[in-house]
């Protein structure tokens, strides 16, 4: 599957963004069990996870600094993901990527995810 993030900009603090992810070439739901995740990544930093969804299940997992700010969806029909970003704060700038990863378990860990998209920048001033 091909996986392509929109929607990043250039935002103030307390300001939100919707993120997007498109699949190509594959639909989520032609995997029985089938996450799909946010993750960030700041300059001279690791890639951070931020949110997840199980899509058989619609079970949604996200990182303690997501909770009560961001929230995952996703659309069967138009094969998207959306992460919509609310409360924005000048450390949530980065490049956020959509993921996926076929398995049984939610995990956070970049390194199970074994599709990326290209990414989408955002930057929340101050």
């Not at 069967?76 to 980065?94: F, H, I, W």
């Amino acid at each position: 599957v091909q996986l392509q993030a929109s929607g990043g900009g250039l935002v103030q603090a307390g300001g939100s963004l919707r993120l997007s992810c498109a699949a190509s070439g594959r639909t989520f739901s032609s995997f029985s069990r089938y996450f799909i995740a946010w993750f960030h990544q700041a300059p001279g930093q690791e890639r951070e996870f931020v949110a997840a969804i199980s899509w058989s299940g619609g079970r949604t997992y996200y990182a303690d600094s997501a909770k009560g700010r961001f929230t995952i969806s996703g659309d069967s029909a138009k094969n998207m993901v959306y992460l919509q970003m609310n409360s924005l704060g000048p450390e949530d700038t980065a490049v956020y990527y959509c993921a996926t990863r076929g398995g049984n378990y939610h995990t956070s860990q970049a390194g199970a995810y074994d599709s990326w998209g290209q990414g989408t920048q955002v930057t929340v001033s101050s």
